[in-house]
């Protein structure tokens, strides 16, 4: 079974732009989270989508969303662009509710925002 | 804020030795508890998971949980070379929460 694919997984921008990252879950996973991962932070929650529904959001600002589509395929907009949003940027999918079962991590977007 | 803890190291062992590794968690309803491996440059791939107190193993890894002083450890026996990585805690509830992880190198 294919793992969790992410993409793209390098992506440099500049401050003010935008940016979408895309994940695709394991096959029949309904659940996928999105975490960033910073040296001085480790891995901070961003959000969670199972069946297309955001079921829990993390601590960060309104410029970051999400959005899961029917397939449980899902996409993550940072707006605005800071310097200090450069970042892993993990994906994880699980086949039910996110909290209790086990999380798949994709290989993770780079983004470097200059 | 809940928080997960875990000593950052580095914790240097030699290759052979049983490496321990320790986490803290600040919220009693947590359920469910992780241990991921990173390695440098990719992403955390999950070890083992336990969910009762007590002793959880699998092949050279051992987790350990005890709820009542919310703390839960990972034990690698006959460590390698090979598990040379950053070792995270996950605990969750409602959503997971992971400490900074634990650098750990295994000197051959």
């Known amino acids: 079974k294919a793992g969790v694919t992410q993409t793209p997984r390098y992506l440099i921008k500049t401050r003010g732009q935008q940016v979408t990252l895309s994940c695709s879950p394991i096959?029949?996973?309904?659940?996928v989270s999105w975490y960033q991962q910073t040296p001085g932070q480790g891995l901070q929650f961003l959000f969670e989508?199972?069946?297309?529904?955001?079921?829990n959001k993390g601590n960060f600002p309104g410029r970051f969303s999400g959005r899961q589509f029917s397939n449980s395929r899902s996409e993550m907009n940072v707006s605005t662009l800071e310097l200090g949003d450069s970042a892993l940027y993990l994906c994880?999918?699980?086949?039910?509710?996110?909290?209790?079962?086990?999380?798949?991590f994709g290989p993770g977007t780079r983004l470097t925002v200059l | 804020q809940k928080e997960v803890e875990q000593n950052s190291g580095p914790l240097s062992v030699p290759e052979g030795a049983i490496a321990s590794l320790n986490c803290t968690y600040s919220d009693r309803g947590s359920q469910s508890f992780f241990w991921y491996r990173q390695y440098s440059g990719k992403s955390p791939e999950l070890i083992m998971s336990i969910y009762s107190n007590g002793d959880k193993e699998d092949g050279r890894f051992t987790a350990q949980l005890n709820k009542a002083s919310q703390y839960v450890s990972l034990l690698i026996r006959d460590s390698q070379p090979s598990d040379s990585a950053t070792y995270l805690c996950a605990v969750s509830d409602n959503q997971f929460y992971f400490g900074t992880g634990t650098s750990l190198t295994v000197i051959p």
């Open positions: 989508y199972f069946s297309e529904t955001q079921r």
């Open positions: 096959s029949g996973h309904r659940s």
């Open positions: 994880a999918s699980s086949l039910q509710r996110g909290d209790t079962d086990t999380q798949y």
